[in-house]
């Protein structure tokens, strides 16, 4: 069966970091891209961050410079490295794997929360 896994989330204050991971298991297809979205309270869920296959990424407007994104393929397991992080930051974070056949796979979410 297909398990997605995150770590890493917790508790921390204004100015810190957590890095958090997302490793895949049971994917028949190959994977075609990985990325990280996060639902605040009253907001929707929104993306993060993404990597493609090929190592291309994309950030948000209110990561950049503070998130990275990056995979280890042998691990089957994309991480998300949070610098600097703001109380606004604070929210659930979601990791999704995009498979071959059109498949889809969310994480079970981690919570981050980030005091001031």
């Known amino acids: 069966q297909v398990q997605l896994v995150e770590s890493g989330g917790g508790l921390v204050q204004a100015g810190g970091s957590l890095r958090l991971s997302c490793a895949a298991s049971g994917i028949a297809f190959s994977i075609n891209a990985m990325g990280w979205y996060r639902q605040a309270p009253w907001k929707q869920r929104e993306l993060v961050a993404g990597?493609?296959?090929?190592?291309?990424?994309k950030y948000a407007d209110f990561v950049k410079g503070r998130f990275t994104i990056s995979r280890d393929n042998a691990k089957n397991t994309v991480y998300l490295q949070m610098n600097s992080l703001k109380p606004e930051d604070t929210a659930v974070y979601f990791c999704?794997?995009?498979?071959?056949?059109?498949?889809?796979?969310w994480g079970q979410g981690t919570q981050v929360t980030v005091s001031s």
């Open positions: 990597i493609t296959s090929g190592g291309s990424t």
């Open positions: 999704k794997i995009e498979a071959g056949g059109s498949r889809s796979y």
